[in-house]
């Protein structure tokens, strides 16, 4: 929603720009160069609009993969991901976001990383979990942690990957 909101914002200051022209009044030379800023709004939104049409596409073409699984059994990410021609990390993203909104129910196993489908996870977060930096450099280190450093779910004893996000551990 960030992109509408800064399409709203070049939008904004081009009608400025044009009403500034309207009664005459000049601040830092809107009146003369603001109205250009239309364009880019334009542009703005339209790729907005794109991104919005693509993650639906994305949601769709998911949902069918996992339906023509029955919605059911153990399945890798990568076999998901290579099915719908998105890549892995994208569809991670795209399960999270089906789960979050109750479409589909599933976990990831905690000993292979498989996709666990037609389970729930019951998200049990620790009390001393910080949520990590959206850009990370190299993965985060889990030694001594009970938890997964990704999301906070809270780990089983042994466990290679997190139920919750399937991140490995």
């Known amino acids: 929603m960030s992109t509408f909101g800064t399409g709203l914002v070049f939008l904004f200051v081009a009608i400025m720009s044009l009403v500034f022209r309207a009664i005459n009044f000049d601040l830092i030379g809107l009146s003369s160069w603001g109205y250009w800023l239309f364009i880019p709004a334009f542009f703005i939104t339209i ?3 794109t ?3 693509t993650n639906i596409q994305f949601q769709k073409a ?3 993969a996992i339906l023509d699984r029955g919605n059911q059994g153990a399945h890798k ?3 998901i991901a290579l099915e719908v021609g998105i890549k892995p990390k994208v569809v991670l993203r795209v399960l999270i976001d089906l789960r ?3 479409v589909i129910s599933y976990r990831f196993n905690s000993e292979t990383g498989e996709i666990i489908l037609g389970e729930n996870v019951v998200y049990a977060p620790v009390d001393n979990y910080v949520a990590p930096p959206k850009n990370l450099a190299e993965p985060l280190s889990t030694e001594g942690k ?3 450093v990704y ?3 809270q780990l089983r004893q042994g466990s290679l990957f997190c139920e919750n996000c399937g991140s490995k551990i």
């Open 47 to 49: 790729g907005g609009f």
């Open 51 to 53: 991104q919005i049409n």
């Open 62 to 64: 998911v949902r069918v």
């Open 77 to 79: 990410l990568e076999d």
């Open 100 to 102: 979050q909104k109750g």
């Open 146 to 148: 009970s938890y997964c």
């Open 151 to 153: 999301c906070g779910q």
